[in-house]
């Protein structure tokens, strides 16, 4: 049976998005200064002025800040249901399952496992970074990712409860699990 993004099924609540961009944010904010401005500068940068040979280029020096980050995000997160944590996996999961598309893709390449880190990419460094690929896919970088969000509260849920949570969404956040994201 194939889904599609109109398919029936339980969706994110306004309440969950916010929740897990707030939580992000936190879980950024504990790392300081360095990798906000980071993240600012991806998302104010030219992707046609992007040559991706500088090491300080942001898109490579963020890279050194993603465990911290996962880890500041787990430490938030440690009081969290097991409701909570569904809810906020189900976000995940529509928001990986909506970047799911041919046209970011070409811009970050990559095989069915290396597309899905990239979208745990743009996940990860928030809102306003998720959105300006989302407007335009440029945006994305090649080779990035952060396969550890990919099925973070996933995962969390798993350990802390023993069971892996149920979102009940009817979507894959899986690579080219998107019909709506791709040509026929």
């Known amino acids: 049976m194939t889904v599609t993004t109109d398919a029936p099924g339980t969706l994110p609540t306004p309440a969950d998005e916010a929740r897990l961009w707030a ?12 990798p906000l401005a ?15 040979d500088d090491d300080d280029d942001p898109s490579y020096a963020i890279d050194a800040w993603l465990d911290a980050f996962l880890g500041h995000l787990g430490q938030l997160t440690v009081e969290l249901s097991g409701q909570e944590l569904t809810d906020l996996d189900r976000v995940v ?10 046209d970011i893709h070409e811009v970050t390449d990559g095989s069915d496992d290396g597309f899905l880190y990239a979208r745990g990419f743009m996940v990860a460094l928030g809102r306003s970074y998720y959105e300006a690929v989302r407007a335009d896919p ?9 396969e550890g969000m990919c099925y973070f ?7 802390r409860f023993g069971s ?7 979507i894959s956040r899986e690579s080219f699990g998107n019909p709506a994201g791709w040509s026929a």
């Open 164 to 170: 892996w949570p149920e979102t009940g969404s009817g």
């Open 138 to 146: 440029a945006m994305a970088l090649l080779d990035a990712d952060c």
């Open 93 to 102: 999961e529509r928001k990986l399952h909506d970047i799911d598309r041919e």
């Open 38 to 52: 980071l993240r600012q500068a991806l998302v104010e940068r030219d992707p046609a002025g992007d040559d991706g």
């Open 153 to 159: 509260f996933a995962h969390l849920h798993n350990d």
């Open 23 to 34: 939580l992000i944010e936190a879980a950024w904010a504990e790392l300081g200064a360095q």
